[in-house]
C-alpha cells in the first residue's frame, strides 16, 4: 500500500488517499481518561483490516464537483464520449439545490464540505466510487478511531495535554469561529490532517450509546458496526472549530440531532442538507480488499430502504 492522489475525471480537482495498515488496538478510552464519557467504554479490542483514508477533509471542491454535476458539464464541453463508468455516476442521486449558500461566508476552495446530512456523504462515496472504478465509503466508527489514533493509546494523537492542540487542530479558541482550509495543521502520526477539529467527520454508525457492551473478552471484534436503522442519531467524530478540547479526543463520540435541521425553511425538511450542522463534514476510505457488490450497496446505501426516504 502506497499515498495515492486522485483527479476526478473530466477535472483539476484531487485529493490524496494515505495507507492505513491493518491491526488490533484498543477502542474506547480508560476510565481514568480525564473528561471521559459513559458511552467511550468499555474498553474493549478491535481487529481492522487495512485500507485507506482521505488525508484531509472532503472539500468543497470535490464535493461541488459531485452535487452540481461538474462532471458531466464538463465532459460535455470537453465533447468525450461517455463511458460505462460515466453514466453509472450520472445515474447516483445528486443533492437538491441547497436553499442557502451552506459554507455561511467561511470560505470555498480549499475549504472542508459542511452541512451535508450522512445520506449526502454516502451518495458523494457512491458517485466517487462510480466515476473513479474504486470503492469509496465513509469508516465506520472502529475505523475511524483507528486512524486516528494511529497506534496512540492517549487522549489525543499527540499525547494527553489539551494545550498542544494548538499545533494539531481548529477548535473554539483557536479558529475565529469557523472552519479553516484543511491540511494547515501538523499531521497525526499517520499522515491525517485535522483529525481532531475542523469539521466533525461522518461515519457510517448509528449512535447507540451502549454499543462497545456486547465486546466482551479478549477476543477481537471484527468489523463491528451499528447499522442505522433510525433517521436520528447517527455518529460524527472527531470534534469541530465550533468544540471544547474534550469533544476533539480520540475517543469522543458525538451524534446527529434533529435540530441540526432547525432552521431549514422547506417542508418537509431536506433529506441532504442540515442547516444548522456548520460544523460537520465528512472524509472518504478504501478498503484494501474490495468487497462483493451486495456488500459494496449495503454499506454506501442500505440493504432495505434508507430512513430518510421513508415517509
Given at each position: 500500500m502506497q499515498p495515492y492522489t486522485v483527479t476526478i475525471p473530466y477535472t483539476d480537482v484531487n485529493f490524496d488517499m494515505v495507507p492505513?495498515?491493518?491491526?488490533?488496538?484498543?477502542?474506547?478510552?480508560?476510565?481514568?481518561?480525564?473528561?471521559?464519557?459513559?458511552?467511550?467504554?468499555?474498553?474493549?479490542?478491535?481487529?481492522?483490516?487495512?485500507?485507506?483514508?482521505?488525508?484531509?477533509?472532503?472539500?468543497?471542491?470535490e464535493y461541488d464537483t459531485y452535487r452540481y454535476k461538474l462532471d458531466t458539464q464538463r465532459r460535455l464541453l470537453m465533447g468525450e464520449d461517455e463511458t460505462e463508468r460515466d453514466k453509472k455516476a450520472d445515474a447516483v442521486t445528486r443533492p437538491t439545490k441547497e436553499?442557502?449558500?451552506?459554507?455561511?461566508?467561511?470560505?470555498?476552495?480549499?475549504?472542508?464540505?459542511?452541512c451535508m446530512t450522512q445520506l449526502a456523504a454516502k451518495s458523494y462515496c457512491e458517485w466517487l466510487t462510480e466515476i473513479t472504478g474504486e470503492y469509496y465509503r465513509l469508516p465506520t466508527e472502529a475505523e475511524w478511531e483507528y486512524a486516528c489514533r494511529a497506534g496512540t493509546t492517549s487522549a489525543y494523537s499527540f499525547g494527553d495535554n489539551?494545550?498542544?492542540?494548538?499545533?494539531?487542530?481548529?477548535?473554539?479558541?483557536?479558529?475565529?469561529?469557523?472552519?479553516?482550509?484543511?491540511?494547515?495543521k501538523k499531521p497525526n502520526p499517520w499522515g491525517l490532517h485535522d483529525m481532531h477539529g475542523?469539521?466533525?467527520e461522518w461515519c457510517l454508525d448509528q449512535?447507540?450509546?451502549?454499543?462497545?457492551?456486547?465486546?466482551?473478552?479478549?477476543?477481537?471484534?471484527?468489523?463491528p458496526v451499528a447499522v442505522p436503522k433510525t433517521l436520528y442519531p447517527r455518529v460524527v467524530r472527531g470534534g469541530s472549530w465550533d468544540d471544547d478540547p474534550d469533544y476533539l479526543r480520540s475517543a469522543s463520540r458525538q451524534k446527529s440531532?434533529?435540530?441540526?435541521?432547525?432552521?431549514?425553511?422547506?417542508?418537509?425538511k431536506s433529506m441532504w442538507y442540515h442547516t444548522d450542522a456548520q460544523h460537520v463534514g465528512f472524509r472518504v476510505v478504501r478498503p484494501l480488499k474490495r468487497p462483493s457488490e451486495e456488500t459494496i450497496k449495503k454499506n454506501i446505501m442500505y440493504?432495505?430502504?434508507?430512513?430518510?426516504?421513508?415517509?
Amino acid at each position: 500500500m502506497q499515498p495515492y492522489t486522485v483527479t476526478i475525471p473530466y477535472t483539476d480537482v484531487n485529493f490524496d488517499m494515505v495507507p492505513i495498515p491493518g491491526g488490533v488496538y484498543t477502542m474506547g478510552s480508560p476510565e481514568d481518561e480525564a473528561d471521559r464519557q459513559d458511552d467511550e467504554g468499555p474498553q474493549h479490542p478491535v481487529q481492522i483490516e487495512p485500507f485507506w483514508m482521505g488525508k484531509c477533509e472532503v472539500t468543497w471542491d470535490e464535493y461541488d464537483t459531485y452535487r452540481y454535476k461538474l462532471d458531466t458539464q464538463r465532459r460535455l464541453l470537453m465533447g468525450e464520449d461517455e463511458t460505462e463508468r460515466d453514466k453509472k455516476a450520472d445515474a447516483v442521486t445528486r443533492p437538491t439545490k441547497e436553499y442557502t449558500d451552506m459554507t455561511f461566508g467561511m470560505g470555498h476552495d480549499g475549504y472542508p464540505a459542511t452541512c451535508m446530512t450522512q445520506l449526502a456523504a454516502k451518495s458523494y462515496c457512491e458517485w466517487l466510487t462510480e466515476i473513479t472504478g474504486e470503492y469509496y465509503r465513509l469508516p465506520t466508527e472502529a475505523e475511524w478511531e483507528y486512524a486516528c489514533r494511529a497506534g496512540t493509546t492517549s487522549a489525543y494523537s499527540f499525547g494527553d495535554n489539551p494545550d498542544d492542540l494548538d499545533d494539531y487542530a481548529w477548535y473554539w479558541e483557536n479558529s475565529d469561529e469557523q472552519y479553516q482550509k484543511v491540511g494547515q495543521k501538523k499531521p497525526n502520526p499517520w499522515g491525517l490532517h485535522d483529525m481532531h477539529g475542523n469539521v466533525a467527520e461522518w461515519c457510517l454508525d448509528q449512535y447507540v450509546p451502549d454499543f462497545y457492551t456486547q465486546f466482551k473478552g479478549d477476543k477481537p471484534a471484527v468489523f463491528p458496526v451499528a447499522v442505522p436503522k433510525t433517521l436520528y442519531p447517527r455518529v460524527v467524530r472527531g470534534g469541530s472549530w465550533d468544540d471544547d478540547p474534550d469533544y476533539l479526543r480520540s475517543a469522543s463520540r458525538q451524534k446527529s440531532d434533529p435540530l441540526w435541521k432547525v432552521r431549514d425553511p422547506q417542508l418537509p425538511k431536506s433529506m441532504w442538507y442540515h442547516t444548522d450542522a456548520q460544523h460537520v463534514g465528512f472524509r472518504v476510505v478504501r478498503p484494501l480488499k474490495r468487497p462483493s457488490e451486495e456488500t459494496i450497496k449495503k454499506n454506501i446505501m442500505y440493504p432495505d430502504p434508507p430512513p430518510e426516504l421513508v415517509k
